[in-house]
């Protein structure tokens, strides 16, 4: 089991953008389909992005598309999360996620998570 660590999280205007990396610090994510949810304050845990091991094919939510964009290199053991024209609705902990089972992108399809990191989107 992989432990995952997030960062690259923070405070940024409304327009800007982000990159959030997720990495294993032991073990390899190579056999893992990867994801990134987030939760914001008052609400349930929603899925914004997934990739699959082949690195090309790719599930966001319909709220990120144009916007967000969901990669990994496998050799650096690390998903990243770039996250461009930020709004303020977007301030939530953001967590990354490691899953073995296909058919879903829900929560319960997914084995290993990291701790999440804050980004924080001001007007």
């Known amino acids: 089991q992989a432990p995952l660590v997030e960062s690259g999280g923070g405070l940024v205007q409304a327009g800007g953008s982000l990159r959030l990396s997720c990495t294993a610090s032991?073990?390899?994510?190579?056999?893992?389909?990867m994801a990134w949810f987030r939760q914001a304050p008052g609400k349930e845990r929603e899925f914004v992005a997934a990739?699959?091991?082949?690195?090309?094919?790719?599930v966001y939510a319909d709220s990120m598309k144009g916007r967000f964009t969901i990669s990994r290199d496998n050799a650096k053991n690390t998903v990243y999360l770039q996250m461009n024209s930020l709004k303020p609705e977007d301030t939530a902990v953001y967590s990354c996620?490691?899953?073995?089972?296909?058919?879903?992108?829900?929560?319960?399809?997914?084995?290993?998570w990291g701790q999440g990191t804050q980004v924080t989107v001001s007007s």
């Open positions: 990739i699959w091991r082949d690195g090309y094919t790719t």
């Open positions: 996620a490691a899953g073995l089972k296909l058919g879903s992108v829900a929560p319960q399809f997914f084995d290993y």
């Open positions: 032991s073990g390899t994510i190579s056999e893992y389909r």
